[in-house]
């Protein structure tokens, strides 16, 4: 628990663009097969050869740590109930945004310390890009071949207002929800990015009003976090993990400018 989370950084970093280099290699092929898991999602192979890679690599890192990939999220709550510390993975967030080929998929890679994410890495394979942070360090932004610049969440928010909202998931209480914003600039994005988009100041909020996972959110989470950001249910709770048996978040929102009060405008979702 006293390992420094400056020195995991830089590892794990590296371990996050090794698996974008996998996913890379099948997403730049002519074909790849999709496969339908019992929760109804897709799987590709790059989702399985992503989480190969990262949780060898992370074991091998800090063996004492375990490591919880969506792709081996059958761990029973009796086992991980005991977690003080753990990995939580998400090897290709994204997956529809992967198949469509729009390049807004990532790979999300969390340490999480007593139920909160207090290091994330999301890496952008398709942009070649990271996003990292880690609590008492700070965030970061790197660029394809550029060095790391330090992001910070708005703390006044723009006007008009950029919400960034799913590509693949949009309803009447996110529709609601905008109403009650009034003029806004809608930023369409898919995967975690949405979370780093407010991490770096490049959108105001994201209201997630629909079912996420805990894998889904745990690495941009840290990341905004470390930059200023909040992530919080619809009661200003912030968003814990590895609480209880089930691995679906509440709904969220995701904000730095504290004198808008976006809890209000999220009523009734």
Known sequence: MDRDLRDLLDPVVQIARDAGREILEIYESADFGVETKDDHSPLTAADRASHLLIVRELQALTPDIPVMSEESAAIPF??????????????????????KRNGEFTVNIALIRD??????????????????????????????GGAAEAITARAESADPVRVVGSRSHRGASLEAFLDRVGPHEMVPMGSSLKI??????????????????????????????????RVVDLEGRPIRYNTRAEVLNPYFLVYADTGRDWLDYAKGA
């Open 78 to 99: 009796e086992e991980r109930a005991g977690w003080s510390e753990f990995w939580l993975v998400d090897p290709l967030d994204g997956t529809k945004e992967f198949i």
């Open 196 to 229: 780093c988009l407010v991490a770096s100041g490049a959108a105001d909020v994201y209201p997630r009003l629909g079912p996420t996972s805990e894998w889904d959110t745990a690495a941009a989470q840290a990341v905004v976090e470390c930059a200023g950001g």
């Open 115 to 144: 139920h909160d994410p207090v290091l994330g890495v999301v890496h952008v394979p398709a942009r070649d890009e990271d996003y990292y942070g880690a609590r008492g360090h700070g965030a970061f932004l790197r660029r394809a």
